[in-house]
């Protein structure tokens, strides 16, 4: 989305808004829970509830390369689990012990039998 932006509400758009929304929700909820039902001071309990707070926000308003917040998280998590990926050579003179599918049985499509290369059919 390079330079068009779909406005909801005042210039922002429905997903920051309710992104936005949900972040002061949560901040505020967060702030009066701790206060009145935990009874802790108010800057410590902005400090507790300010992570959360910016962590919504920016799944919200933060985009790279037309990705979001958790478009990008997911992404790097597949990659971080994806697995590596492996390379494994064969000489010229191992490859006369490879399994090989003959011609004639895959055009067939019967049971296919995998046989050794140079090995004679068992057909009747």
Do not use: W
């Amino acid at each position: 989305m390079a330079g068009f932006k779909d406005d909801f509400y005042k210039g922002l758009s429905l997903r920051e808004c309710l992104y936005g929304g949900t972040a002061l929700f949560v901040g505020v909820g967060g702030m009066l829970a701790l206060i009145f039902g935990y009874k802790v001071n108010v800057n410590v309990a902005v400090i507790i509830s300010m992570p959360f707070i910016a962590v919504i926000g920016l799944c919200g308003f933060y985009e790279k390369n037309g990705m979001t917040l958790p478009k990008i998280v997911k992404a790097h998590i597949r990659i971080l689990r994806q697995k590596p990926l492996t390379y494994q050579t064969v000489r010229p003179e191992d490859r006369q012990s490879l399994y090989i599918i003959s011609r004639q049985e895959y055009e067939a499509k019967d049971s296919v039998k995998i046989r050794k290369r140079g090995q004679k059919d068992d057909r009747s």
